[in-house]
């Protein structure tokens, strides 16, 4: 079954029947020293770095992969009020964080 996952607090058409919890996911990168070495020198000439944009984007499939396993394993149908959040852990390392609420939904009554 797919899990939806939205930065919206509600979902069109469906309602909120059951609040799971909070779940989340998340995973510590660190640079790769070659490519840390070539991203050096584009900062000279400046524009994007791809190194680190594919770095950072494979992070946060990894963490909402993990988010959604929690969710997964909880009977969710979505995941809502999905927000990412990034910290340095230390030199060359980050953290990629994605939490949001797993909850059931059910298809909203018409007045």
């Known amino acids: ?6 930065t919206l607090e509600a979902v069109p058409g469906y309602r909120v029947a059951q ?3 909070v779940v989340k996911g998340s995973t510590v990168r660190s640079k790769h020293l070659g490519k840390d070495l070539l991203a050096g020198l584009r900062t000279l000439v400046g524009g994007e770095l791809p190194e ?3 770095m ?8 909402e992969a993990r988010m959604l396993e ?7 149908h979505a995941v809502l009020g999905v927000r990412y959040a990034t910290a340095s852990v230390m030199q060359g390392a980050a953290e990629i964080l994605v939490y949001g ?11």
């Open 56 to 63: 950072l984007q494979e992070a946060r499939e990894v963490a």
């Open 70 to 76: 929690e969710a997964r394993r909880l009977g969710a």
């Open 52 to 54: 680190y944009t594919e």
């Open 19 to 21: 609040v799971l919890g």
């Open 1 to 6: 079954m797919e899990i939806l996952v939205s």
């Open 101 to 111: 609420t797993a909850v059931r939904l059910e298809p909203a009554r018409e007045v």
